[in-house]
């Protein structure tokens, strides 16, 4: 896990120089008022709470990409994490064109008005996201054991993220950011909907059915 720590953090550094490049390219003037959002904005709360919850996501599919050999879980897999990891660095790399704090003393997700109540199932920082221990258990399964489990951590971890997405398309200003997130609900349900059946077809069911 340090070694994928290490890479994680190098990957990091890079594509917050390309999120930079992206919103320049893109020549979106900060939001629809044309001034930079603000640092309890929920631009900057959504930018800094779905970076952290995408974080878990690719460390989560690198994990699972080491203990199958099946290729469709481990194509998904992939694909999520280059995914998420690429979002990652344009959130980041907004906050620092903003000149705002990659870290808020606020709990997660206070721009969307929950605040403490935030926080998900037995301590999980967000809603969806996995427990240390549910962590720790994934990297010590293997095989059919392992995609199944994956499979149903990343559905609550999309359901999560989805959540935190539709927020940001009701509540954000930046044009940029808003299409973003509309992007990631689209795509995440989508997913979920693939990882319903890839569940189904190994006898499993998503978590809640």
Not at 77 to 103: C, F, H, S
Not at 128 to 140: I, P, V
Request: include cysteine.
């Amino acid at each position: 896990m340090r070694q994928f720590g290490l890479i994680a953090g190098a990957a990091a550094t890079a594509l917050v120089a390309a999120g930079a490049i992206t919103f320049a390219v893109a020549g979106d003037d900060g939001s629809s008022s044309g001034t930079v959002p603000s640092a309890d904005s929920a631009d900057a709360g959504f930018a800094r709470d779905m970076a952290v919850h995408h974080q878990q996501a690719v460390e989560m599919s690198y994990v699972v990409r080491d203990r199958t050999d099946d290729e469709e879980v481990r194509r998904l897999a992939y694909d999520i994490a280059q995914t998420q990891a690429n979002q990652r660095g344009m959130l980041l790399g907004w906050l620092d064109l903003w000149e705002l704090p990659k870290v808020s003393s606020d709990p997660p997700m206070t721009w969307m008005g929950m605040g403490d109540a935030a926080s998900g199932k037995d301590g999980a920082l967000m809603p969806g996201m996995a427990t240390n221990a549910e962590m720790e258990r994934l990297g010590s399964l293997g095989g059919k054991a392992a995609e199944v489990f994956y499979l149903q951590l990343m559905t609550d971890h999309h359901k999560g993220g989805v959540h935190m997405a539709q927020g940001c398309v009701s509540a954000c200003e930046v044009g940029a950011e808003k299409r973003l997130a509309r992007g990631m609900v689209e795509a995440q349900e989508s997913e979920i909907a693939l990882m319903g059946r890839m569940l189904k077809e190994r006898g499993a069911r998503a978590p809640g059915q």
